[in-house]
T-cell receptor
Framework: AQTVTQSQPEMSVQEAETVTLSCTYD???????LFWYKQPPSRQMILVIR??????QNATENRFSVNFQKAAKSFSLKISDSQLGDAAMYFC????????????FGTGTRLAVRP | EPEVTQTPSHQVTQMGQEVILRCVPI?????FYWYRQILGQKVEFLVS????????KSEIFDDQFSVERPDGSNFTLKIRSTKLEDSAMYFC????????????FGDGTRLSIL
């Protein structure tokens, strides 16, 4: 079974600084997807970024980028120029490549942004 | 941008009562999901649904739970006899056909069992 581990329950960053959230996962699959979801206090689940395992290039979305290390099964999220609106719970998630397959989530990292 | 919509946003129910949570997935999506999140815990998969049948369900999804797509637009989750431990946030999600399509989540229904 696939597992996703987020070892940092809480993180804090100064506004305008950079922060990295860690995620590791375990799978026997060779091709799959990885995601970071943001959950603000309103408790919506907002897709931040995704990575396809067969792609060597790390995904980027504006201030958000990932460091995907397939051999190490590591998938960290870097937030640059942190903003107050980035404060939220961040969940790392895994999905096999099959159509319609479920997401497996980590336990989340709560990010606080200090003004 | 199309959204997944869930109703109600908050449901309060007495223990032992039946509850139905409703979702309207994005119109051209073919895969539908329910997840739940107990307060302070991670999001857990309950069930996925495709082509009018359950494709996969977790061990949480026992006989008390059922899903239905009654009219081609709504996707419902029914809990037949609610327990205190069913109190959680329930998220509906949907995705298009194709393995590279992400799941889009609704805003969730907060279910409180008294």
């Amino acid at each position: 079974a696939q597992t996703v581990t987020q070892s940092q329950p809480e993180m804090s960053v100064q506004e305008a600084e950079t922060v990295t959230l860690s995620c590791t996962y375990d799978t026997s699959e060779s091709d799959y997807y990885l995601f970071w979801y943001k959950q603000p206090p309103s408790r919506q689940m907002i897709l931040v970024i995704r990575q396809e395992a067969y792609k060597q290039q790390n995904a980027t979305e504006n201030r958000f980028s990932v460091n995907f290390q397939k051999a190490a099964k590591s998938f960290s999220l870097k937030i640059s120029d942190s903003q107050l609106g980035d404060a939220a719970m961040y969940f790392c998630a895994y999905r096999r490549k099959s159509s319609g397959d479920k997401l497996t989530f980590g336990t989340g990292t709560r990010l606080a942004v200090r003004p | 941008e199309p959204e997944v919509t869930q109703t109600p946003s908050h449901q309060v129910t007495q223990m032992g009562q039946e509850v139905i949570l409703r979702c309207v997935p994005i119109s051209n999506h073919l895969y539908f999901y329910w997840y739940r999140q107990i307060l302070g815990q991670k999001v857990e998969f309950l069930v996925s649904f495709y082509n009018n049948e359950i494709s996969e369900k977790s061990e949480i999804f026992d006989d008390q739970f059922s899903v239905e797509r009654p009219d081609g637009s709504n996707f419902t989750l029914k809990i037949r006899s609610t327990k205190l431990e069913d109190s959680a946030m329930y998220f509906c999600a949907s995705s298009e056909s194709g393995s590279n399509q992400p799941q889009h989540f609704g805003d969730g229904t907060r279910l409180s069992i008294l």
